[in-house]
C-alpha cells in the first residue's frame, strides 16, 4: 500500500520531466520537410530568369528570394523534367496567389482573390493538386507570384519553390494517410477524449463535486485542443483531405483563443480564493473581449485575422501567464497545495505559446510543433490531476454514504435507548397517579409527554443540525417529566450566555439524562444539574454539569442503553458537524460534560 501511495505522488513528477525530454526531442529532430519524404511524388524545379517586385530581370539564384521581396515576382523559364499526362503537379502556396503558364497558357490560378468570400483575403495553406496535362521540359514556364499579405514571410517563397512536386493523386493520398495518419489520429483521441468527459459531466452532474465545473471546461479544452492539433499538424495536408479551404482557415485561426478561453475557466474553477477568482474572472471577460472583436470584424470584411496572428498569440501568452500568476498567487499567500498541479498543468502551454510567439519572430523551426506539444502535454497533465481528484471525490461520496448509514443507526440506537420500557411504565404510572389527584396537571404533563415522544421520533427522520433553542425545548419536556416522579430531588440551573447556533438533534437530552438517572437521583437528597453555553474564542461551548454520585472512570453506567446513547452522541458530533465530546466524571462529587463546536 504504502509503495502504492509513492509510485501515484510521484506520477505528476515522473510524467512531466517525460513531457519534456519529448517536447526537446520533438523541436531538436523534427524539420520542415514539406511532402518530400513521401515516396510516390518527385521534386521537380525550374530553371531561367526573375524579375521581383517589377525590378529588373536576373537569373534565378535561391539567394534572390531572400533579397527583400515585398509583394510580386515573375519567373520563366522550363522545368528540369516532363511532366506525363498521368501526372499532376503539386504546389505549396502557403499565403501566395500563384499563376502558372505553360506556353503562354494559363494553367494553375491558386489563391486569386476573386476565388474567396469578401470577408476574408486568404484562405488555404495546404499543397494543392493540379492537372495540368503533358508538360516537356523544353515548354516555357511562366510564374507569376504575388503576396496575399505584406507582412508574409519571405520563407514562403522558399518553401513554394522547395516544394514543387509531381506525382500520380492518389498515390498521392495513399502516402499521406501511410506517412501522416498518427496527428490526425493524436488530434480525434483528444476529441474523443473531450466528449467522453463531457459526457460524463452531464451523467454524474447530480454530484455536487468541488471539480465538477473543472471536469466541464476539460472537456472543452480537449476537444479545442484536439481540433488545434489537427490543423497544426495537418495543416500542409488538410484542404487535401477536407477540401474546404475558407473553413479551414477560419477554424485554424479561431480554435487558440476558444482553447485558451476553456483553460481559463478551468483556472478560474480552480481557484478557491474569492478575490482572485473574480480577478481571473475579470481577466477572462477581457480576453473575450479582445479576441471577439477581431472575430467580428473578420466576418464582416474590415480585418484579416492572419495580419494579427502573431498579436492574437501574444495576447494569448499574456493571458495565459497572469492566470499562472494568480496560481502561484493563490499557492504562496494563500497555501493552497493543490495549485501546485494546478501550475504543472498550465507550464507546457504558456512555454508553447512563448516559444511559438519568439520564433513566429525567428523562423528558427517549425513554429506549429512548440503549440502541438504543449497542448497535448497539458491534456495528459490535466486528465491525470483532474480525474485524482474525481476519483478522490468519489471516494469522499462513498464514505459519505457510509457515514449517513452509520448516522441513521445511531439515531435509531439513541431513539431506542430514550424509550426505554422501564421509563415508559413509571411515566404512565406517574400520569396514572396525577390524573386521579390533579385534571389540569394531568393534562398539562401529558402534553409534555407527547411532545418528548414526538422530539424522538423526529429523530429518526432528521439528519440536519437542529437549533438549540429546539434542543433545549426537548431537554424541557424531559426535565418536567422527571420533576413529575422525583419532584424537588431534581434541581435544574441555566446559564446560557451563546445560543445562536445549531446542533444534531438529541444530543444534549442524553447527557442531562445520564446527569439525573446516574448522577442526582443516585443520591436520597437528590442534587443539581446545571447546563451552561457560551462562546469562547471561535468555538461554541456546551457545559452539562453535576453534584451527583459521579461514576468511576474505569465503570460503564450501570444503564448500557444510556451509556450507547451517550457514545452516540459523542459520534454524530464528530460526524455532523466536527464536535467533540468530553466526559469527566468523579465518584463523589458528580460528573461534567463538556460539548465543543466550531463557531
Known amino acids: 500500500m504504502k509503495h502504492d501511495r509513492f509510485y501515484y505522488s510521484r506520477l505528476p513528477i515522473v510524467l512531466f520531466y517525460t513531457i519534456c525530454i ?3 526531442l520533438t523541436l531538436l529532430t523534427n524539420q520542415d520537410n514539406g511532402i518530400g519524404m513521401l515516396e510516390s511524388v518527385d521534386p ?24 527583400g521581396i515585398r509583394r510580386a515576382l515573375t519567373v520563366t523559364g522550363r522545368f528540369n523534367r516532363d511532366i506525363t499526362k498521368d501526372e499532376s503537379l503539386i504546389i505549396w502556396p ?88 498518427i496527428n490526425p489520429i493524436v488530434g480525434l483521441v483528444l476529441i474523443l477524449f473531450g466528449i467522453q468527459v463531457l459526457i460524463f459531466y452531464f451523467v454524474q452532474n447530480s454530484m455536487k463535486f468541488d471539480y465538477m465545473h473543472q471536469i466541464y471546461y476539460l472537456g472543452w479544452f480537449c476537444i479545442a485542443g484536439g481540433i488545434t492539433y489537427i490543423c497544426d499538424s495537418c495543416y500542409e495536408f488538410i484542404d487535401l483531405l477536407f477540401p474546404y479551404p475558407v473553413f479551414n482557415t477560419l477554424v485554424d485561426l479561431s480554435c487558440i483563443p476558444f482553447l485558451l478561453y476553456f483553460y481559463l475557466m478551468f483556472i478560474v474553477n480552480a481557484l ?20 471577439l ?35 502561484l498567487y493563490e499557492l504562496l499567500y494563500y497555501k493552497n497545495k493543490n495549485m501546485k498541479k494546478v501550475l504543472l498543468t498550465a507550464f507546457p502551454l504558456m512555454l508553447s505559446l512563448t516559444l511559438k510567439m519568439l520564433n513566429g519572430m525567428s523562423e528558427h523551426t517549425v513554429e506549429r510543433t512548440y503549440l502541438r506539444v504543449g497542448i497535448l502535454s497539458s491534456c495528459l497533465l490535466l486528465f491525470h490531476n483532474t480525474f485524482k481528484y474525481v476519483k478522490h471525490s468519489i471516494r469522499l461520496m462513498e464514505e459519505e454514504q457510509q457515514i449517513r448509514a452509520e448516522l441513521q443507526n445511531t439515531r435509531v440506537a439513541i431513539m431506542l435507548s430514550q424509550i426505554q420500557p422501564h421509563f415508559l411504565y413509571n411515566t404512565l404510572n406517574t400520569l396514572q397517579y396525577i390524573c386521579k389527584k390533579d385534571g389540569v396537571l ?64 438529541l444530543t444534549l437530552q442524553p447527557i442531562v439524562e445520564n446527569a ?36 468511576c472512570s474505569n465503570n460503564n453506567p450501570s444503564d448500557q442503553r444510556t451509556h450507547i446513547g451517550i457514545k452516540n452522541v459523542k459520534k454524530r458530533l464528530q460526524l455532523q458537524c466536527n464536535g467533540t465530546l468530553e466526559f469527566i466524571s468523579t465518584p463523589g462529587e458528580g460528573t461534567k460534560v463538556i460539548i465543543r463546536l466550531k463557531g
Open 516 to 551: 439525573i438517572r446516574h448522577g442526582i437521583t443516585k443520591q436520597a437528597d437528590g442534587g443539581i444539574v446545571r447546563i451552561e453555553s457560551r462562546l469562547v474564542k471561535d468555538e461554541i461551548w456546551i457545559i452539562v454539569s453535576d453534584n451527583g454520585a459521579g461514576i
Open 94 to 181: 502557403r499565403n501566395l496567389r500563384v499563376k502558372i503558364y505553360v506556353n503562354d497558357k494559363l494553367k494553375i490560378a491558386s489563391g486569386q482573390r476573386e476565388q474567396f468570400p469578401q470577408f476574408i483575403r486568404y484562405a488555404g495553406n495546404s499543397f494543392k493538386i493540379f492537372y495540368i496535362g503533358k508538360v516537356y521540359k523544353t515548354d516555357t514556364i511562366r510564374i507569376e507570384i504575388q503576396k496575399a499579405y505584406e507582412t508574409c514571410r519571405i520563407n514562403v517563397i522558399n518553401s513554394f519553390f522547395d516544394n514543387l512536386y509531381v506525382g500520380r493523386a492518389g498515390d498521392l493520398y495513399q502516402s499521406i494517410m501511410r506517412n501522416e495518419i
Open 442 to 505: 394531568a393534562a398539562e404533563a401529558i402534553e409534555h409527554f407527547s411532545k418528548y415522544l414526538r422530539g424522538n421520533l423526529d429523530a429518526l427522520t432528521s439528519n440536519r443540525l437542529i437549533p438549540f433553542e429546539k434542543e433545549l425545548e426537548h431537554v424541557n419536556n424531559y426535565i418536567y417529566i422527571q420533576k413529575l416522579r422525583f419532584g424537588k430531588r431534581v434541581c435544574v440551573e441555566y446559564d446560557l450566555t451563546y445560543t445562536d447556533f445549531s446542533l444534531p438533534t
Open 44 to 67: 521537380i524545379t525550374i530553371s531561367g530568369t526573375v524579375s521581383i517586385d517589377g525590378g529588373p530581370v536576373q537569373e534565378i539564384e535561391k539567394t534572390l528570394w531572400n533579397n
Open 293 to 327: 472583436i477581431p472575430l467580428f470584424l473578420q466576418f464582416n470584411g474590415i480585418i484579416d485575422l492572419h495580419v494579427l496572428q502573431d498579436q492574437y498569440i501574444f495576447i494569448g501568452g499574456i493571458i495565459v501567464l497572469i492566470g499562472c500568476g494568480s496560481i
Open 272 to 291: 478557491k480564493h474569492k478575490k482572485i477568482k473574480r480577478f481571473m474572472r475579470w481577466v477572462t471577460s477581457i480576453f473575450v473581449v479582445l479576441e
Open 22 to 24: 519529448v517536447f526537446l
